[in-house]
C-alpha cells in the first residue's frame, strides 16, 4: 500500500484536487436537450461559475457564505425541486417578484415583455422531423435575449399571476413551448442553485454530423 501511494500519490492528488475544483468553484454543464434553443443547442458544454451566488461544501447543497446575487436573465445550472434532475434555464423573476404569462406574453412585476418582429424557422426534432418556430427577441426592463415559439406543440402559454417566495427564483427554458420549467415544477430555492452558465466551451452537433460548432467555442452567454 505504501508503495502504491508512493508511485501515485501525485496523480491521486490531481484528482481529489480537480474533484474539489468541480464541485465547489467551476464546473462544465453538457446541453443534452433543446429546451433552451436558440441560446443553447444540443451538444454545447457550458462553463459553470460554482461561486457566483454561493460557497458551498463540495458535493453538498451546504452554503458556507453568499458570495453574490442571481439577476434575471442569468443562466443558471441548478436541480430540479421535483425530481433532482440537473437542469440549465433562465432566471426571469427574483424573489418577491409576481410572475405571469398571457397567451405566451411574459409579465414581471406587472410589465409586459415586449417583442421583436418573429423570425420563422424549421426547428429540428428527433428522428430527422422538424417543426415550424418562430424566434424573436424578449425585452423585459434590463434584459434581452432570444426566445422561441413552436407551432402546433401544446405547453403552458398562459398561467395566473405567482408571486415567487423568498429564497426562491422563477426559472424558464428559452424555448418556451419545450421546456419543463417553473411553470410545471414551481419555483426553484436557491439552495438548488448549482451556478452561473457564462461562456461555451465547446460545441458539437452530435445530433447531426458530429462536426465541431467552431463559431461557438468560448462564446459569451448573454
Known amino acids: 500500500m505504501k508503495s502504491f501511494?508512493?508511485?501515485n500519490r501525485a496523480f491521486i492528488l490531481f484528482l481529489v484536487l480537480f474533484g474539489l475544483f468541480r464541485t465547489a468553484i467551476a464546473d462544465w454543464n453538457p446541453i443534452p436537450s433543446g429546451s433552451m434553443r436558440p441560446s443553447?443547442?444540443?451538444g454545447d458544454v457550458v462553463l459553470v461559475n460554482r461561486l457566483?451566488?454561493?460557497l458551498k461544501v463540495p458535493l453538498t447543497n451546504?452554503?458556507?457564505a453568499r458570495l453574490g446575487e442571481p439577476q434575471r436573465g442569468d443562466i443558471v445550472v441548478f436541480f430540479s425541486p421535483k425530481d433532482d434532475t440537473r437542469l440549465i434555464k433562465r432566471l426571469v423573476a427574483l424573489a418577491g417578484d409576481t410572475v405571469e404569462m398571457r397567451n405566451g406574453v411574459l409579465i414581471v412585476n406587472g410589465e409586459a415583455a415586449q417583442y421583436s418582429e418573429a423570425r420563422q424557422f424549421q426547428e429540428p426534432m428527433d428522428e430527422g422531423q422538424t417543426l415550424p418556430a418562430l424566434r424573436l427577441h424578449e425585452r423585459l426592463g434590463a434584459r434581452e435575449n432570444q426566445i422561441q415559439w413552436l407551432a402546433g406543440v401544446p405547453s403552458l402559454r398562459s398561467m395566473p399571476a405567482y408571486r415567487v417566495p423568498e429564497g426562491h427564483?422563477?426559472?424558464m427554458g428559452d424555448n418556451r413551448d419545450n421546456s419543463?420549467?417553473?411553470r410545471y415544477f414551481g419555483p426553484v430555492p436557491r439552495h438548488l442553485m448549482v451556478?452561473?452558465?457564462?461562456?461555451l466551451v465547446l460545441s458539437v452537433a452530435?445530433?447531426?454530423d458530429w462536426l465541431p460548432r467552431w463559431e461557438r467555442f468560448g462564446m459569451p452567454l448573454s
Open 5 to 7: 501511494w508512493a508511485t
Open 40 to 42: 443553447l443547442l444540443e
Open 52 to 54: 457566483a451566488y454561493d
Open 62 to 64: 451546504l452554503s458556507l
Open 169 to 171: 427564483y422563477w426559472m
Open 180 to 182: 419543463a420549467d417553473s
Open 195 to 199: 451556478g452561473r452558465a457564462h461562456h
Open 206 to 208: 452530435f445530433k447531426e
